[in-house]
């Protein structure tokens, strides 16, 4: 994953720049649908046999993906449903890429190209599934070798290298391949390490079972008044 200054360096830089623009009519949400919007046209661009536009789009998608967290943060409007909506926009987002990529590989001959696309969309998924799973569990499942920055900044390399060197995007999406596949792996071996050292996940609490109150102790020759109980709910 990118180091921690470069992340901490990224941050800054959009904090800033959200922190002018928290006064303008636009929600946190409103960047997330609207950087899925472009993400799209980027796809189309490249199944339309346009790579290096499509790249450049990509790339400015990208930017709406930074800026949405870092205007929920400057606003102070982070809430549960702009994180649930993040994630599955960028679900989304990978999957028209990745389903554009085949289409190009298709329309160009390259056999093993959409065999590729399929591993590599399967491993992406794969490593936010983990650690969506594990984080559900009480778990702490971050690190990886290849996130979502990483994944969206090599597939952008390979649709910009497409001029230079057509088979640049093959070995990329190669490497998408390979290494999304690992990085899940590897997330898999952090929760396991996790298990194996007795930190355990946080689990939700559950009610415990109501018992009934104990009967009352009626003495020789006292008679106990009986009195109706409130009607069962529910019916």
């Known amino acids: 994953m990118f180091t921690t200054r470069f992340q901490a360096w990224v941050r800054r830089l959009a904090m800033r720049a959200m922190a002018r623009a928290q006064r303008l009519p636009i929600t946190p949400n409103q960047?997330?649908?609207t950087g899925l919007a472009i993400t799209c046209l980027a796809a189309a661009l490249v199944a339309l046999d346009h790579p290096f536009t499509g790249g450049l789009v990509l790339l400015f998608a990208g930017v709406f993906d930074i800026f949405d967290g870092a205007l929920a943060r400057a606003s102070n409007r982070?809430?549960?449903?702009g994180a649930f909506l993040d994630s599955?926009?960028?679900?989304?987002?990978?999957?028209?890429?990745?389903?554009s990529l085949a289409v190009y590989f298709e329309r160009r001959g390259i056999a093993v190209g959409p065999v590729l696309v399929v591993l590599a969309t399967a491993g992406s998924y794969l490593v936010s599934y983990v650690r969506a799973r594990a984080q559900s569990l009480g778990f702490t499942c971050e690190g990886g070798l290849l996130a979502r920055p990483e994944r969206v900044l090599l597939?952008?390399?390979?649709?910009?290298?497409?001029?230079?060197?057509?088979?640049?995007?093959?070995?990329?999406?190669?490497?998408?391949?390979?290494?999304?596949?690992?990085?899940?792996?590897?997330?898999?071996?952090?929760?396991?390490?996790?298990?194996?050292?007795?930190?355990e996940p946080q689990r939700p609490q559950t009610q415990p079972e109501r018992t009934p109150p104990p009967e009352?102790?009626?003495?020789?020759?006292e008679?106990?008044?009986v009195r109706p109980g409130p009607e069962p709910a529910g019916g």
């Open 31 to 33: 960047l997330t649908i």
């Open 78 to 81: 982070s809430y549960p449903y």
């Open 88 to 99: 599955t926009t960028d679900r989304m987002s990978e999957g028209v890429i990745m389903i």
């Open 155 to 199: 597939t952008v390399l390979g649709l910009l290298l497409t001029p230079i060197h057509p088979g640049g995007l093959l070995a990329v999406v190669a490497i998408l391949a390979v290494f999304t596949n690992f990085t899940a792996i590897q997330r898999v071996w952090i929760v396991w390490r996790q298990s194996r050292a007795g930190i």
């Open 216 to 221: 009352p102790v009626r003495s020789k020759g």
């Open 223 to 225: 008679e106990i008044e």
